[in-house]
């Protein structure tokens, strides 16, 4: 199976985070912040929803996740949704992480709707 972009922006994030970080993220800031596509994916985890079911679909469009490692366990996050060529909305993000893979602090960066 040949991964869009979306698709391989998205598995090399999870790979750099670990599922655990990303879901720690979501779980921060989901009543931080009026993404959409945050509360979205919160909803999906919440179902039981696999997070690479969630990334990986075939489709040009879906969720979408790229990050960035600025130093030991600070990470720049870019994630949203893009529903269609001209819908969706994300955001990115500064997360502070601890060790043990718990948020620590998040500062938010620019955030975008279409």
């Known amino acids: 199976m040949m991964l869009t972009t979306r698709e391989i922006h998205a598995k090399r994030a999870l790979a750099l985070l670990g ?7 979501i779980r921060f800031v989901q009543g931080d912040t009026d993404c ?3 509360r979205l994916m919160s ?6 929803s696999d997070i690479y079911e969630i990334f990986l679909t075939g489709e ?5 996740l790229s990050s960035t490692p600025i130093e030991e366990n600070l990470f720049q996050i870019e994630f949203g949704c893009q529903a269609g060529p001209l819908a969706g ?5 500064k997360v502070q ?5 718990s948020v620590s602090k998040v500062v938010p960066g620019s955030m975008w709707i279409a």
């Open 19 to 25: 599922t655990d970080r990303f879901t720690s993220f």
């Open 36 to 38: 959409i596509a945050v």
């Open 43 to 48: 909803e999906k985890l919440s179902a039981g």
């Open 60 to 64: 040009e469009f879906g969720f979408t």
């Open 89 to 93: 909305d994300g955001g990115e993000w």
């Open 97 to 101: 992480y601890n060790p043990d893979g």
